[in-house]
């Protein structure tokens, strides 16, 4: 695989590792929903809300807790059999970002957990906003290894030298990226935050979710093993007790409709 491996191939790789993603990515901590509704004015209590490439179905189950009525709208079909199996009574739709098959002011919110830098912008935003009621937003949002922590900086430099284009499809934009996307003179002004947050581990299960990223999908089994093996080696060392304390930087960007 090289670094011309084309973003579809990415985007849909998941559904080679749903069950391992549905077990081992990290879920969201009550901050973010609070952001959300700060920033866009809005409470997700009776919203209803579009969670646009909705994976296993990780965010779903938080936005539904919130007491939002949520549709999932996920174009891989093993990401969406793990999302069935977890959340029956939740609607789910095959379909992406850049064609929602949903009517012009339909919803309150339409979210992205995890799942934005997979759209084209140029396609995903009007199709945001033109499903969105006056007033709904459109909201974005990425766990990423927080670059503060000295360990896990240590590790995606590691990464970054051992496979090339190692996270070359992005996963956050900020604030700045969306004014740009929205064109010269958008009419709604992209709102951005970041907010911080750990979870203690089992290195298992920490190296799993390295597994189950985009690249290691794609890149398979057999080529992904040596990699995940020598991270283990080096984490023992920091981590003698086999648990890991993740920590992550929660990128935030809302988009409110006039």
Partial sequence: MTDETPAADFALSFDAVAAQYATARPGYPPALFDSVEEL?????EGACVLDVGAGTGIATRLLCD???HVTAVEPGPGMGAQLRAALPGVPLVRAVGDALPFADASADLVTYAQ???WTDPARSIPEALRVLRPGGALALWWNVPDPDVGWIAAQEARLRRRL???HRHGVSVAAPEMITAL???PAATPLFRRLHWTRR???DQHLAHLGSRSYFAVLGPEKSKPVLDDERALLLRDFPDGMVEDAYALDVTVVRRP
């Fill in 40 to 44: 866009s004015g809005l409470t997700f």
């Fill in 183 to 185: 064109g010269p003179a």
């Fill in 115 to 117: 799942s934005w830098h």
């Fill in 201 to 203: 581990i089992p290195l």
């Fill in 164 to 166: 090339p284009g190692y």
């Fill in 66 to 68: 919130r007491g939002a």
